[in-house]
């Protein structure tokens, strides 16, 4: 289920869209899985000021521990795993492979919805989208079977 949404222009970088996503949930938030584009410390201190909040975004390449003598913040202590384990082992750990089930969703929206938006105006392409997302919602809803685990049953 898609719960927050934004539509930008080709100028807005991701992590500058942070903040107003989160604003969008209403229930307490566990953990924000991003990929790199969001690593750094605009899109940390944005979730760290909502509270206790688990981030998984791999550090880039490029990236160094932060050099402070606190504890490891959340990024220096991924940072410090993929060094000592690799990326592959790292992405395990924290589950990371989740996030491949958004970009399943967005696939999903792409090949239902369509690939792009045919509003013109930008107000309208911001209803378009809305519109999009509430009818694959619903589409995921529907069809989504709700499954019990039940113990067998020894004769």
Do not use: C
């Not at 222009?9 to 790199?36: E, K, W």
């Not at 969001?38 to 979730?47: E, K, R």
């Not at 992405?91 to 491949?100: H, L, P």
């Amino acid at each position: 289920m898609i719960v927050a949404r934004t539509l930008t222009d080709q100028d807005t970088d991701d992590p500058s869209q942070v903040a107003p996503l989160l604003d969008q949930i209403d229930g307490l938030i566990g953990r924000v899985t991003a990929d790199g584009a969001y690593d750094g410390a605009p899109t940390y201190g944005t979730i760290a000021a909502r509270g206790d909040i688990e981030v998984v975004i791999p550090p880039r390449s490029t990236a160094v521990i932060s050099g402070e003598q606190s504890p490891f913040t959340q990024r220096d202590q991924h940072h410090k795993m993929i060094t000592e384990r690799g990326r592959l082992a790292w992405q395990k750990a924290t589950d990371y492979g989740k996030r491949s089930l958004v970009e399943t969703t967005m696939g999903r929206y792409k090949v239902l919805i369509g690939p792009r938006l045919r509003a013109r105006g930008f107000a309208a392409q911001q209803t378009e989208a809305a519109i999009g997302i509430t009818v694959l919602n619903q589409m995921l809803a529907a069809g989504r079977p709700d499954s019990v685990r039940r113990m067998r049953a020894i004769a």
